[in-house]
């Protein structure tokens, strides 16, 4: 085969064939086909797209670049998570415990931030000690004794997504339904869970702020899930103000502790619950995930996996050297509260990077002091801006223009969970 004759295909809309896919993704990642050639294909993919046939086989050739985990020797079911990143999405540190404190084993294997969104290691990586590279041993132990596990993904997953991604980063190919599907879904597959409930986002501050792509991105996710044998269901959830009041790491952390202590911003509460609940009965297991909030079973959870991990979950977390507030210059009620301003803002004060090797913060962020639908009155505080480095916060505060509206009109904050894809 060679890569012009495969790329032309593409480019006009020929469906390719099985060995064809096979192909490509294993001469990409042996390094027989230049860069330029699969940023080309990738750019045919991105216009003409992949039938279901051809992503089936995109993704299953991108697992079989590397290894898949065997968890089949667990005592319990597994389930996992995978939400596709929104502005104080601190989900997976209450969710994973708790659903262990239920009774099944969650392998989450995570990665970090980029952009305006915080990645999870990014946030437990706050907790003195807290270590995020695992071994496979290590991870299957802790999963058999905890029943949870949030670790970085090795690089024997799924190798060639890691190539691909790249590529599409500085591609101008990352905005594919299909490319998309594919890359997350043969990550989650050759991770080795049985079963994966997706978070996908929706909104200001979402990957997808538009409602219908966030829909056909989430079908082709369960529907590829589904042919590689996994019981999978999507959640469509709202990213327009950011979820719960912490933004930045470790003052996620500190919110996360406290949803596990059975307190927590009731949105977060309202999605982390019915996440689990899918979790739950994908899993096969009868059980009511808000008693283990209440009861101290999930905290408890949390705290051994933070242990198993070195972290102390006793020891204080970090705290910024400078705290900014922002007040509120009218009296009214709050109406919008944009996620993506409020992303760039803790983004800006160090919370986030821009390149994958930039290191971030763990004190910078925002607290969120008001959510859309509070009153709130003339100088009452609204915001607070966490940073290292007081020189940020001029900039972050540029960010925050036209973030938050304030008015006379009383609207009540719509439902965080818009639908389920099962
Ligand atoms: N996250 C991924 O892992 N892959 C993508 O293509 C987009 C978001």
Redesign the pocket.
């Known amino acids: 085969m060679d890569m012009v004759s495969l790329i032309c295909s593409k480019r006009d809309g020929r469906e390719l064939t099985d060995a064809e896919i096979d192909w490509v993704i294993g001469a990409y990642v042996d390094g027989a086909v230049a860069d330029e050639q699969v940023a080309a294909f990738l750019m045919a993919v991105f216009w003409r797209g992949l039938s279901v046939a051809e992503l089936s086989r995109w993704t299953s050739a991108i697992i079989a670049s590397g290894e898949r985990m065997d968890l089949s020797g667990l005592s319990r079911p597994t389930v996992d998570k995978h939400s596709?990143g929104g502005v104080g999405d601190k989900v997976s540190l209450v969710l994973a415990p708790l659903v262990a404190a239920c009774g099944a084993a969650v392998p989450q294997l995570s990665?970090r931030g980029l952009g305006h969104t915080g990645g999870t290691l990014d946030k437990l990586e706050a907790i003195p000690g807290w270590r995020s590279e695992l071994s496979n041993r290590e991870i299957l132990a802790q999963l058999e004794e905890v029943g949870c596990v949030i670790c970085a993904a090795g690089a024997g997953l799924a190798p060639a997504?890691r190539k691909l991604?790249a590529l599409?980063d500085v591609t101008g190919t990352?905005e594919s339904i299909p490319?998309?599907a594919g890359?997350?879904m043969s990550?989650k597959i050759a991770e080795g869970t049985q079963s994966l409930v997706l978070d996908v986002k929706v909104g200001s501050g979402a990957?997808m702020a538009d409602r219908g792509r966030a829909t056909e991105l989430a079908r082709t996710m369960v529907r590829l899930g589904r042919d590689h044998g996994l019981r999978v269901t999507a959640l469509l959830s709202a990213m327009d103000a950011p979820l719960g009041r912490a933004v930045g790491n470790a003052l996620e952390v500190a919110e996360s502790v406290e949803a596990l202590s059975g307190g927590g911003s009731p949105d977060l509460v309202e999605l982390t619950l019915a996440l689990a609940r899918e979790m739950l009965a994908l899993a096969g297991i009868r059980a009511d995930p808000a008693v283990a909030l209440r009861d101290g079973s999930a905290l408890e959870r949390y705290r051994a996996m933070v242990v198993a991990q070195g972290g102390d979950p006793d020891a204080p977390l970090p705290r910024a050297a400078h705290v900014e507030i922002v007040t509120a210059d009218r009296s009214g009620i709050v109406g919008r509260l944009d996620a993506r301003a409020v992303g760039a803002a803790a983004w800006r004060l160090g919370a986030g990077r821009a390149r994958k090797e930039d290191p971030v913060s763990a004190t910078a962020g925002v607290v969120c002091h008001v959510k859309p639908g509070d009153e709130v009155a003339e100088g009452q505080r609204l915001l607070e801006l966490h940073t290292d480095q007081s020189e940020r916060l001029d900039w972050a505060r540029e960010a925050l223009k036209g973030a938050i509206s304030i008015g006379e009109q009383s609207t009540l904050p719509g439902p965080v969970v818009l639908e389920v894809i099962a």
């Open positions: 596709t990665g997504d991604y599409r990352v490319l998309i890359s997350i990550k990957f």
